[in-house]
């Protein structure tokens, strides 16, 4: 069983910068890409930032240049740098890793709000 556990989700006023981990354990054979999503209330969940075993990223247009995302693969943890932050980046904020050979596996979210 494998299991994700995100941390360093809060309030934080617009401007300001938050940095998200994300711990992967377990009985994990590999593990490929793995990223973050979020979902604001009202609004699906989009994708933020992938980065996979090589380290080749992707972000969603409306963080580029605020977010970076890295990973640290000996520790199975991936972590989101957020800088410049504004209200329109309030939402519960989810860790994915695709493990191999199960799939893709979540954490349970973390919240972030941005206050202006």
């Known amino acids: 069983q494998v299991q994700l556990e995100e941390s360093g989700g809060g309030l934080v006023q617009a401007g300001r910068s938050l940095r998200l981990s994300c711990v992967a354990s377990?009985?994990?054979?590999?593990?490929?890409?793995m990223g973050w999503y979020r979902q604001a209330p009202g609004k699906q969940r989009e994708l933020v930032a992938s980065?996979?075993?090589?380290?080749?990223?992707n972000y969603v247009d409306s963080v580029k240049g605020r977010f970076t995302i890295s990973r640290d693969n000996a520790k199975n943890t991936v972590f989101l740098q957020m800088n410049s932050l504004k209200p329109e980046d309030t939402a519960v904020y989810y860790c994915?890793?695709?493990?191999?050979?199960?799939?893709?596996?979540w954490g349970r979210g973390t919240l972030v709000t941005v206050s202006s």
């Open positions: 980065i996979t075993s090589g380290g080749s990223t």
């Open positions: 377990g009985s994990i054979f590999s593990i490929s890409a």
């Open positions: 994915y890793a695709n493990v191999g050979p199960i799939g893709r596996v």
